[in-house]
């Protein structure tokens, strides 16, 4: 295949880089930070342990984010809490993305009454509330599947509606293209359909539904966490450090809640601002639905 | 709402209004479907989920006494397939027997529901208020204060408010308002030391209410911005503001009541999420709501409870769709108009 476009400038990339508004390049630098400061926490802040010398001192020099009733660094403690945090999240959204993706696939092609009776059912789940089904679901299944795996299995199994709704929609106008009459033509299974045709073309829609559902996964399992409910003490996320925080806070130290959920929110808030402009820019058909 | 709205002609064949008889008929008809579809669901799970109910009562010392195994039986079904446990399971929710509480020790479910649910109710509802009270007025100001310091100040407050976990919102207007500056009490919902402190002591209210507002208020606020912009775009605001209306009027009476008729349905939608919310700030507050019974009986694994609080949250969003239906009614001339 030839290519009649001539070709792009050296150094378009950049510009278009340097050409985004400020809000997503800081938004893009915030959230490379945290991350690597997330992977990197043993070298960046080695755990250091408990010292009862040095109780509930407040944020310094030496410790930023100040130390906790039991002289631990919280910097560290959080460091290490943000990289439980991300990973719980991430799975839970790839939980998430497959069954939004099954639900929406079976849904836009298969059409008819199997598409009206799950549309009925993503109706049904979604005028329910979704935090209360995640609490039941993570009480029932913890004892089975251990708490990490219930906390994913939790967040997303109530997370998967907004993807179901999308990839059915991208299908339905899918459907109507002439290369998918092509494929037909030629022979083409339903299931090489899917496959061959749907599928890629959905990546796109899909990625940006990912990146806005991960506040959303990170905001329930700290909840969870932050209730009792999700991971256990050693395995601390920012709603366990939250939580631990909150009797220090009665006697006036405010650093060890308060320093977690900024780093919740700092990366909600990247994450949103990544996810809307990329979406206002490659879906924007999807603005009602993909908001943070 | 004011008889000065103008409504373009309705295009297309007119739907035929529906009456406030056959509104509340349709939805008190899903009720059960709805409350049948929740049954069903939590029940699905529960059988598929290590969870025994035999089990859950006696504990690890497995000791139980006969009659107190007849009663589980009784709550949960006999020993037979999943499908007749579901229809002896559903049978006994029907007559309003939901099963026996650990936590509660015995008591009737339905009265302690409804004796927490009173207090969420007026959290939840007093939050709404102050989501639309304050959505209303900073959405109205940042669209007619278009891409000012004001706008950037709401839009921003709003994603923020947003992100921000509402549990970790709540601790730190804790620590700011009650433990700092002592000016609101830190938890509850009476004053313990005060010897006939009545139900609910509006102080109380006020740290639980404002922080479930902040994390829930943005959809309104920002909903309220974006139709008032596209409303003050239409033919008929334009015309009022050509004719020498004042700004302030062309924004209260022109503009505001045509962007409001769709928030109604919004609302209702809406009821849901602040629900959840309520869990949380219940949480944090020590207010005696359902929120918290919830957490409690998620806590002592105290399923039937759960199950219980699930079909009444239920129940309570089929009745805010039926309300935010009525007020639709009330606030749109066409529909209104139409009917009578």
């Given at each position: 295949m030839t290519t009649l476009a001539p070709a792009p400038p050296r150094f378009a990339r950049l510009r278009e880089v340097a050409t985004r508004p400020t809000s997503v390049l800081i938004a893009g630098g915030v959230l490379a930070a945290l991350v690597l400061a997330a992977l990197g926490a043993d070298l960046l802040r080695?755990?250091?342990?408990?010292?009862?010398?040095?109780?509930?001192?407040?944020?310094?020099?030496?410790h930023p984010f100040g130390t906790d009733e039991t002289g631990r660094d919280v910097l560290a403690l959080s460091l290490r809490a943000m990289r439980v945090s991300f990973a719980i999240s991430l799975l839970a959204a790839s939980v998430a993305l497959l069954i939004g993706v099954t639900i929406g696939v079976l849904a836009g092609t298969l059409g008819g009454w199997v598409d009206g009776l799950l549309m009925r059912i993503v109706d049904f789940f979604g005028s329910q509330n979704h935090f209360l089904f995640a609490i039941l679901l993570v009480v029932l299944f913890r004892p089975v599947l251990g708490a990490a795996a219930a906390v994913c299995l939790s967040v997303g199994l109530s997370h998967w509606l907004v993807l179901a709704r999308i990839v059915r929609g991208e299908l339905l106008s899918l459907r109507e293209r002439p290369f998918v009459a092509a494929a037909v033509g030629g022979g083409a299974s339903r299931a090489r359909l899917v496959v061959r045709h749907f599928l890629p073309h959905l990546g796109p829609s899909v990625a940006v539904a990912m990146v806005l559902l991960l506040p959303h996964a990170i905001f329930h399992e700290s909840a969870l966490s932050f209730l009792g409910l999700g991971l256990p003490p050693h395995q601390a996320s920012l709603g366990n450090l939250i939580a631990a925080g909150q009797r220090s806070m009665l006697a006036g130290a405010w650093w060890i809640s308060v320093f977690p959920g900024l780093l919740i929110l700092a990366a909600c808030v990247a994450f949103g601002t990544l996810g809307e402009y990329w979406r206002d820019r490659h879906?924007?058909?999807?603005r009602g639905e993909l908001e943070l | 709402m004011t008889a000065t709205v103008e409504h373009a002609p309705a295009t297309g064949r007119p739907r035929r209004p529906a009456s406030a008889a056959r509104i509340i008929a349709r939805r008190m008809l899903t009720l059960p479907l709805v409350l049948f579809a929740v049954a069903a669901l939590t029940f699905g799970l529960i059988a598929i989920s290590p969870y025994d109910a035999n089990s859950a009562y006696t504990g690890i010392t497995g000791s139980i006494s006969a009659q107190t195994r007849e009663q589980i039986n009784v709550a949960w079904g006999p020993d037979g397939s999943t499908l007749e446990q579901f229809g002896s399971w559903l049978g006994n929710i029907a007559h309003g027997d939901l099963g026996n509480f650990r936590l509660l020790a015995g008591q009737p479910v339905a009265g302690e529901i409804a004796e927490r649910a009173l207090p969420s109710l007026v959290l939840v509802l007093t939050a709404l208020v102050l989501v639309l009270v304050g959505g209303l007025v900073f959405g109205v100001l940042a669209a007619a204060f278009r891409d000012s310091p004001l706008d950037w100040a709401v839009r921003t407050f709003s994603y923020y408010g947003t992100a921000a976990p509402s549990f970790w919102v709540g601790l730190l207007l804790l620590y700011v308002f009650?433990?700092?500056?002592?000016?609101?009490?830190?938890?509850?919902?009476?004053?313990?030391?005060?010897?006939?402190?009545?139900?609910?002591d509006p102080v109380h209210l006020i740290l639980p209410a404002v922080t479930l507002a902040i994390t829930q208020q943005a959809w309104f606020t920002l909903y309220v911005r974006d139709t008032m912009l596209e409303v003050l775009r239409d033919d008929h605001v334009r015309f009022a503001e050509a004719s020498g209306v004042r700004r302030v009027a062309v924004l209260t009476r022109h503009a505001l009541p045509n962007a409001l008729i769709p928030f109604i349905t919004l609302t209702g939608t809406h009821l849901s999420e602040l629900i959840g919310g309520a869990v949380l700030a219940e949480t944090v507050f020590g207010w005696p709501g359902i929120g918290r019974l919830t957490v409690e009986a998620a806590l002592a694994v105290d399923i039937p409870l759960l199950v219980a609080i699930t079909l009444a949250g239920s129940v309570l969003v089929v009745l805010g769709n039926l309300v935010a239906d009525l007020l639709y009614r009330v606030a749109d001339p066409r529909i209104r108009e139409g009917a009578t």
């Open positions: 080695p755990a250091d342990g408990i010292a009862l010398d040095r109780v509930l001192a407040p944020p310094s020099l030496e879906q924007p058909r999807w | 009650s433990l700092q500056l002592g000016w609101l009490p830190s938890g509850g919902s009476v004053d313990v030391r005060a010897a006939d402190g009545g139900f609910i």
